[in-house]
């Protein structure tokens, strides 16, 4: 499933601040790099694993490998998320009946 890719890829701290800097707009990896405690080749590898997940995308730009948040990917991410919430409600609304003695 797709969303257990994104867990994965998001577990890792780099990963999650490199996507969260790329949520202000596309950059190169360059340009990403910048403020890292690594390297510009571990960026690139962070990248890759973010885009193995299909959380980013990438395009050429002459010499510059431009990324960029897929929002579409997140889609599943977030249905799943909210399933937990669901259940919470529904869980509590249980509850709150089974003391109340309503039905």
């Known amino acids: 499933m797709a969303y257990e890719q994104a867990l994965t890829a998001l577990a890792d701290p780099t990963r999650r ?4 800097k790329l949520r202000h707009g596309p950059m190169a990896v360059g340009e990403l790099a910048r403020g890292f405690p690594v390297s510009r080749p571990a960026i690139s590898q962070h990248l890759g694993a973010l885009k ?8 050429r730009q002459g010499t510059k490998r431009i990324y960029a948040v897929r929002p579409e990917s997140l889609k599943e991410l977030r249905v ?7 259940d ?3 869980a509590y609304k249980t509850a709150l009946e089974g003391e109340t003695g309503d039905g």
Do not use: K, Q
């Open 88 to 90: 919470a409600l529904a």
């Open 80 to 86: 799943w998320l909210n399933g937990f919430w669901d």
């Open 17 to 20: 601040a490199v996507f969260e």
């Open 52 to 59: 193995t997940a299909g959380l980013v995308r990438d395009v």
